[in-house]
Antibody
């Protein structure tokens, strides 16, 4: 069974940092591209970042470019999102998501940026 | 960035109705379009990919069509469990973009 389990969310002050993790199981992680997608409270879905299976190709949404860094460790079946210089508008549930047309999603982890 | 526009933004319907949701892309995306269903407090669920391919395990009352810039999601006979919010997403080019969502409510 495919499972994606996010962790690392929480309350952080504006300007602070947080690192999200996503543990993958039930499939060959190294064969799939991965994404982070977020959803602000009561709002729609927003794609955040993409990383190819080998980490050779990475993309970011303009809203997070220069502040967020996506990475993966295929040996540990894990995906990461390092988030720096956090802003109130980054408050959202962050989902780990497999592949371009996302066939599997994690349960999400809530990031709240507030003083 | 490619803008995805869904219509309507919200819609009331009854069990048994046939419902169509439209998604328009600001430029051509071939068939690189997916549809998702999301219920409150849950992660989205993939329904359709490649514009018209039904994801495994999704009931056949869901169907998708279109290519280029205009796409539709049709639910042929609404069931109670179908009342949710639906999103389209293009994965033709980066940044990937979603429609604003269509909330389907019970009449």
């Amino acid at each position: 069974e495919v499972q994606l389990v996010e962790s690392g969310g929480g309350l952080v002050q504006p300007g602070g940092s947080l690192r999200l993790s996503c543990a993958a199981s039930g499939f060959t992680f190294s064969s799939y591209s991965m994404n982070w997608v977020r959803q602000a409270p009561g709002k729609g879905l927003e794609w955040v970042s993409y990383i190819s299976s080998s980490s050779s190709t990475i993309y970011y949404a303009d809203s997070v470019k220069g502040r967020f860094t996506i990475s993966r460790d295929n040996a540990k079946n894990s995906l990461y999102l390092q988030m720096n210089s956090l802003r109130a508008e980054d408050t959202a549930v962050y989902y780990c998501a497999r592949d371009a047309m996302v066939d599997y999603w994690g349960q999400g982890t809530l990031v709240t940026v507030s003083s | 960035a490619i803008r995805m526009t869904q219509s309507p933004s919200s819609f009331s319907a009854s069990t048994g109705d046939r419902v169509t949701i439209t998604c328009r892309a600001s430029q051509g995306i071939s068939s690189y379009l997916a549809w998702y269903q999301q219920k409150p407090g849950k992660a989205p669920k993939l329904l359709i990919y490649a514009a018209s391919t039904l994801q495994s395990g999704v009931p056949s009352r869901f169907s998708g069509s279109g290519s280029g810039t205009d796409f539709t999601l049709t639910i042929s006979c609404l069931q109670s469990e179908d009342f949710a919010t639906y999103y389209c997403q293009q994965y033709y080019s980066f940044p990937y973009t979603f429609g604003q969502g269509t909330k389907l409510e019970i009449k």
